[in-house]
T-cell receptor, first 118, second 115 residues
Framework: AQSVAQPEDQVNVAEGNPLTVKCTYS??????LFWYVQYPNRGLQFLLKYITGDNLVKGSYGFEAEFNKSQTSFHLKKPSALVSDSALYFCAVRDITPSGAAGNKLTFGGGTRVLVKP | EAGVTQFPSHSVIEKGQTVTLRCDPI?????LYWYRRVMGKEIKFLLHFVKESKQDESGMPNNRFLAERTGGTYSTLKVQPAELEDSGVYFC?????????????FGPGTRLTVT
């Protein structure tokens, strides 16, 4: 069964500093990986995804994520955090089997709360 | 285009009562998903519709939960009778394509509180 781990419940960072939110995954085949963000009183918003190709994926709001197959990680990064980046971040995976069959459900990590202080 | 909408945004009911949650997907999206986040834990899959058909309902916790999508447009999720452990946030998502490469678009969620 596939799983996602976000080892940090909360990440605190000063505005202007680099932000990293960690994610590791476990799947039986090749993964499709996603990051979502939830701002207060809002739904989940898609940030970026890794399907294939370049290991560095760029997404919305200046975020990027690096896929590392050997470490089974997909950490989310932003070079310079803003106070407005304070939110709840979720990593998710969809499992793709070698035969190409794709499950459709997303498996999420527990979420990481990011607090960016001025 | 309008996003995924959910109603109500918040529902407070007593144990044993019935609640029906509604989800309107993005127009043209055949795929509709239900997820829930209980007690601040991870978001878990409940089920997946393709048009009006249930493609995967492996995440439905028990037979107190009934999801429908008549006509392949909006969907309802009924909990009857509600139990305390059903409290949480119920998210609906939709996508145009079934392929795993395509992201799902989520609604704002319905916060369900069972007292």
């Amino acid at each position: 069964a596939q799983s996602v781990a976000q080892p940090e419940d909360q990440v605190n960072v000063a505005e202007g500093n680099p932000l990293t939110v960690k994610c590791t995954y476990s799947v039986s085949g090749n993964p499709y990986l996603f990051w979502y963000v939830q701002y207060p009183n809002r739904g989940l918003q898609f940030l970026l995804k890794y399907i294939t190709g370049d290991n560095l994926v760029k997404g919305s709001y200046g975020f990027e994520a690096e896929f590392n197959k050997s470490q089974t990680s997909f950490h989310l990064k932003k070079p310079s955090a803003l106070v407005s980046d304070s939110a709840l971040y979720f990593c998710a995976v969809r499992d793709i089997t070698p035969s190409g069959a794709a499950g459709n459900k997303l498996t999420f990590g527990g979420g990481t709360r990011v607090l960016v202080k001025p | 285009e309008a996003g995924v909408t959910q109603f109500p945004s918040h529902s407070v009911i007593e144990k044993g009562q019935t609640v029906t949650l509604r989800c309107d997907p993005i127009s043209g999206h055949d795929n509709l998903y239900w997820y829930r986040r209980v007690m601040g834990k991870e978001i878990k899959f409940l089920l997946h519709f393709v048009k009006e058909s249930k493609q995967d309902e492996s995440g439905m916790p028990n037979n107190r939960f009934l999801a429908e999508r008549t006509g392949g447009t909006y969907s309802t999720l009924k909990v009857q009778p509600a139990e305390l452990e059903d409290s949480g946030v119920y998210f609906c998502a939709s996508s145009r394509w079934t392929s795993g490469a395509y992201e799902q678009y989520f609604g704002p969620g319905t916060r369900l509180t069972v007292t």
